[in-house]
């Protein structure tokens, strides 16, 4: 019996919950904000608006996305008219620990210390296609979105 509840006792203490949430902006690969949580039951969009609003950071969005953090622009100001036939939409991505989900934030129940990280990314519309998704815009700093 004292066995069994030690052994328990150390798997409950081996598998603790402490999950990170970095951000990193527009312009920069360095992150200006990062948290860990911990709990249970935690979705990526949790611990993401746990830590803007702990941290009191401007954002605009919710457990399920973010439209804008740190007054990144939105709608209409957020695209870039590159020719007549190119053009590059801005808006905020996640991945967690390295992989980019096809589900919202809301959807991602984390297991334990997962990385999420959130950056400022864009995809290219060109010829009537979209030629790439999820760049991170500190790989490109367009004047667009990175004045000088």
Request: proline letters at 5%; one cysteine or more; charged letters at 20%.
């Given at each position: 019996m004292?066995?069994?509840?030690?052994?328990s006792?150390?798997i409950l203490?081996t598998?603790s919950?402490?999950a990170?949430?970095?951000f990193?902006?527009?312009?920069?690969?360095?992150s200006f904000?990062?948290?860990?949580?911990?709990?249970?039951?935690?979705?990526?969009g949790?611990?993401t608006?746990?830590?803007?609003?702990d941290s009191k950071?401007?954002?605009?969005g919710?457990?399920?996305g973010l439209n804008?953090?740190?007054?990144?622009p939105?709608g209409?100001?957020?695209?870039?008219?590159?020719?007549?036939?190119?053009?590059r939409?801005?808006?905020?991505?996640?991945?967690?620990?390295g992989f980019?989900?096809?589900?919202m934030?809301?959807?991602?129940?984390l297991?334990?210390s997962?990385?999420?990280?959130?950056?400022?990314?864009?995809?290219t519309y060109?010829a009537?296609?979209?030629m790439?998704?999820?760049?991170?815009?500190?790989e490109l700093?367009?004047?667009?979105i990175?004045?000088?």
């Open positions: 004292k066995i069994a509840l030690l052994i006792l150390f203490s598998s919950f402490s990170e949430v970095y990193q902006g527009p312009c920069s690969e360095e904000l990062s948290a860990k949580n911990s709990g249970e039951n935690l979705t990526a949790d611990i608006i746990s830590a803007l609003e950071t401007e954002y605009i919710s457990v399920g804008s953090i740190i007054g990144t939105v209409m100001e957020a695209i870039e008219v590159i020719s007549d036939t190119k053009m939409a801005y808006g905020w991505c996640y991945e967690i620990d980019q989900p096809a589900a934030p809301d959807e991602i129940i297991q334990g997962e990385v999420v990280r959130w950056f400022f990314a864009y995809s060109e009537g296609q979209w790439d998704y999820c760049v991170p815009s500190y700093k367009s004047p667009f990175c004045p000088e």
